[in-house]
């Protein structure tokens, strides 16, 4: 059951690396606001040793999970909604304080889809770059959002078919794009942790191309091909933000979908800690 505002609450995001998440900043900015006496923690954890990290810290209420534990987190879940059930990935777990069950979901596609509505009108065809967890959610998050075809494109080639197949069973027509040919798009999702221009050759298409870089930090700004040839950049940090005020909801209201007390207060303090000194883009007016 969700705790009442007064308790003290721990929670925390896990992942390896995690030096570099700035989920810690953008939860802390939340709970000020919210007047919540919770804390958030940043905990490195290797792939394989979850279910070893929750059992030696049972007072956890709640859990961000990132790169690589997605998969197992959603396979240590007592119960999962929707999202997770059909990724099989779970980006946050919370804990029941009546008989411990583990919840489990994965707030990343909705995080994705409000990073990219907002901003831009639903494309025909969308490129994914990568072939992991975030690319998964990327193709789920499209057809979702009513994209007609995907077309993949990683490093690996098996990953690429693997997930080319989660993609028509989602309802998308799929493509396949050889790696380290030229491509051109209209619209990309890179889900690698840095710049497409250090990986592969992408360049921009159409009349107005975007790209949803997730990674962020140091490489945000580096997609200099793309940005060079006129491409839009939709900095990744706005996934980030819109994922943590679903985890958020889930911590204190116990639903995604059911909003926080004064969430647009909120968003702003957490858009204010991600986007310190800069203008970010808010999105169409």
Not at 223 to 232: F, I, L, V
Not at 239 to 261: N, S, W
């Amino acid at each position: 059951m969700p705790p009442t505002v007064a308790e003290r609450r721990e929670y925390g995001v896990v992942g390896d690396p995690i030096a570099h998440s700035l989920s810690p900043a953008i939860h802390q900015a939340a709970y000020r606001v919210l007047d919540l006496p919770w804390e958030y923690h940043r905990f490195r954890v290797p792939q394989g040793e979850l279910s070893r990290f929750l059992a030696q810290h049972p007072g956890l209420s709640g859990l961000s999970v990132t790169m690589p534990l997605k998969a197992e987190a959603f396979s240590l879940s007592t119960e999962a909604l929707p999202r997770a059930q059909e990724t099989g990935l779970a980006n946050t777990l919370v804990r029941d304080d009546t008989d411990r069950a583990i919840r489990a979901d994965n707030t990343d596609i909705l995080g994705m889809l409000d990073a990219l509505t907002p901003r831009v009108k639903r494309p025909d065809q969308v490129l994914v770059v990568g072939s992991g967890a975030t690319a998964l959610s990327a193709v789920h998050a499209l057809a979702r959002w009513g994209v007609g075809t995907v077309t993949v494109l990683a490093r690996r080639q098996e990953a690429t078919r693997a997930l080319a197949q989660r993609a028509a069973a989602c309802g998308l027509s799929t493509q396949i794009a050889p790696w380290g040919d030229a491509v051109t798009a209209e619209a990309v999702i890179n889900t690698l942790p840095g710049p497409v221009s250090s990986a592969t050759d992408i360049r921009p298409d159409g009349e107005a191309p975007w790209m949803l870089a997730v990674g962020y930090g140091a490489n945000v700004h580096r997609h200099d091909t793309w940005n060079a040839a006129g491409g839009r950049l939709i900095d990744g940090r706005w996934m980030l933000l819109y994922q943590a005020v679903y985890q958020i909801r889930l911590f204190l209201e116990g639903a995604p979908d059911r909003p926080l007390p004064d969430e647009g207060r909120v968003i702003a303090a957490m858009t204010a800690v991600l986007f310190e000194g800069e203008h970010p883009d808010v999105g169409r007016s």
